[in-house]
């Protein structure tokens, strides 16, 4: 076996850790995931981590030395030099943490690392929707939207390193409360954690829908998953509610598209379950808020990868130039 052919990514999120081999084209070989157990501490995760690593090591019968590189997808912030990750909101308790370092010290291979955004968007570019793209936007859209800007074939990361923060874009400064602290930001009028803030108001003010039945009576269950189920039966409210999250998700876009004149936009999570029912209305609002008439309308596609995003976002990291 030829020593340095492979690549090992490693996908950290708040619920599941995952570990992938793949070749060094990035064809993915073997899996493994765990949960994350984030409550029980860092050390605990870590060596969660560090177990899924030999794990798969093992499963594949090769050692540490055949493998090139490591690839990491973590939450952010994250410094992708340093392998340094700061505070991560999804993992409480953990503090910073010098990560990189301790794969160097455990595997004793060069590990490259990214936010889980990024990961996701060159996972879409190299192995999914964005195949045979050079300039595209990846939109995680799930609790929250974050983003991945890719220029030339490269992330786009800015002076800092924290561009890609499209969600954070102010739409109605007098709009609903965001996580972030603002008003009427992208993420307050189109994500999960939006869309369900949203359905139930609407639930509220229209009894007659169909949702909370769907939702077995309780509240706490509206959310997208019932809106998706809804408007596919055809309930008023619910096609009213993705018709307008669907404008605010195209306004924001068309500002992107202003900006950056990308040849696609590939949204992940909640628009590839939702699919034209939340891009259909985005597409409408995309073609009225964007500027040059003259020019062809960036594509706005779901992502390809689904549940396997992590495994290939880590790899893709692996691979990044
Ligand atoms: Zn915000």
């Given at each position: 076996?030829?020593?340095?052919?492979?690549?090992?990514?490693?996908?950290?999120?708040?619920?599941?850790?995952?570990?992938?081999?793949?070749?060094?084209?990035?064809?993915?070989?073997?899996?493994?995931?765990?949960?994350?157990?984030?409550?029980?501490?860092?050390?605990?995760?870590?060596?969660?981590?560090?177990?899924?690593?030999?794990?798969?090591?093992?499963?594949?019968?090769?050692?540490?030395?055949?493998?090139?590189?490591?690839?990491?997808?973590?939450?952010?912030?994250?410094?992708?030099?340093?392998?340094?990750?700061?505070?991560?909101?999804?993992?409480?308790?953990?503090?910073?943490?010098?990560?990189?370092?301790?794969?160097?010290?455990?595997?004793?291979?060069?590990?490259?690392?990214?936010?889980?955004?990024?990961?996701?968007?060159?996972?879409?570019?190299?192995?999914?929707?964005?195949?045979?793209?050079?300039?595209?936007?990846?939109?995680?859209?799930?609790?929250?939207?974050?983003?991945?800007?890719?220029?030339?074939?490269?992330?786009?990361?800015?002076?800092?390193?924290?561009?890609?923060?499209?969600?954070?874009?102010?739409?109605?400064?007098?709009?609903?409360?965001?996580?972030?602290?603002?008003?009427?930001?992208?993420?307050?009028?189109?994500?999960?954690?939006?869309?369900?803030?949203?359905?139930?108001?609407?639930v509220k003010?229209h009894p007659e829908s169909?949702?909370l039945?769907?939702?077995?009576?309780?509240?706490?269950?509206?959310?997208?998953?019932?809106?998706?189920?809804?408007?596919?039966?055809?309930?008023?409210?619910?096609?009213?509610?993705?018709?307008?999250?669907?404008?605010?998700?195209?306004?924001?876009?068309?500002?992107?598209?202003?900006?950056?004149?990308?040849?696609?936009?590939?949204?992940?999570?909640?628009?590839?379950?939702?699919?034209?029912?939340?891009?259909?209305?985005?597409?409408?609002?995309?073609?009225?808020?964007?500027?040059?008439?003259?020019?062809?309308?960036?594509?706005?596609?779901?992502?390809?990868?689904?549940?396997?995003?992590?495994?290939?976002?880590?790899?893709?990291?692996?691979?990044?130039?």
């Open positions: 076996m030829p020593a340095k052919k492979y690549l090992l990514g490693i996908d950290i999120g708040g619920t599941k850790l995952a570990a992938a081999l793949a070749d060094g084209e990035g064809q993915l070989l073997h899996k493994t995931r765990r949960p994350t157990e984030a409550p029980k501490g860092s050390q605990h995760v870590l060596d969660g981590i560090l177990h899924l690593g030999r794990e798969i090591l093992t499963q594949a019968n090769i050692s540490s030395s055949d493998i090139a590189c490591i690839g990491v997808s973590c939450p952010g912030p994250v410094d992708y030099k340093t392998g340094i990750m700061y505070t991560p909101p999804n993992l409480p308790g953990w503090g910073d943490v010098p990560l990189k370092e301790i794969l160097q010290k455990e595997f004793g291979i060069p590990a490259k690392f990214d936010n889980d955004a990024n990961a996701a968007a060159l996972a879409e570019y190299k192995f999914g929707a964005g195949v045979g793209y050079k300039n595209m936007v990846y939109l995680t859209m799930s609790t929250g939207i974050g983003g991945g800007i890719i220029i030339d074939g490269r992330i786009y990361r800015g002076t800092h390193g924290s561009a890609g923060e499209v969600g954070h874009q102010t739409l109605l400064p007098d709009g609903p409360l965001c996580g972030c602290g603002k008003r009427g930001c992208m993420e307050a009028l189109c994500s999960g954690t939006a869309l369900s803030r949203i359905i139930r108001e609407e003010r169909s949702m039945k769907l939702a077995g009576g309780k509240a706490e269950k509206l959310a997208p998953p019932v809106l998706i189920e809804a408007a596919k039966a055809g309930d008023e409210l619910a096609l009213q509610i993705w018709e307008e999250a669907g404008y605010h998700l195209g306004w924001g876009l068309a500002n992107l598209a202003n900006i950056l004149d990308p040849e696609i936009f590939i949204l992940g999570t909640i628009a590839i379950k939702a699919g034209e029912l939340f891009l259909a209305p985005a597409r409408k609002a995309l073609d009225k808020f964007i500027f040059n008439r003259h020019i062809p309308l960036p594509e706005l596609v779901s992502a390809k990868l689904g549940d396997e995003i992590g495994e290939y976002g880590a790899i893709a990291v692996a691979l990044a130039t």
